[in-house]
């Protein structure tokens, strides 16, 4: 037998914990930070180096960002390993 009186009001339950439900497993640990310091200007650079640096958040000389130590920003911090400086 149903916990609840009908079918509907069990329904109604689901949808209520549904967001609760989706958060208690999106929970994980922390990802792995990077610090990355463009130490050299853009200018004069290919388009698709401009946009890694854009793309890992760096807007100007000396500008540090933190970022997560993932596949992608590892491989744009590598294809303009020239223009930043990075730390673990």
């Known amino acids: 037998e149903l916990a609840f009186g009908n079918r509907s009001e069990a329904r109604q339950e689901r ?12 929970k994980k ?3 792995k930070k990077i610090s990355v310091t463009l ?3 853009v200018i004069g650079t290919k388009e ?4 890694c640096v854009r793309g890992l958040g760096l807007r100007r000389m000396n500008h540090t960002v933190v970022v997560d130590d993932t ?3 590892r491989g744009m911090i590598d ?6 400086k990075c730390e673990a």
Do not use: D
């Open 29 to 31: 640990a922390e990802p």
């Open 48 to 51: 698709s180096h401009r946009a």
């Open 39 to 41: 130490v050299k200007s």
């Open 71 to 73: 596949p992608a920003n």
């Open 79 to 84: 294809k303009v390993n020239y223009l930043v």
């Open 15 to 26: 949808r209520r914990n549904f967001g609760a439900i989706i958060m208690a497993k999106a």
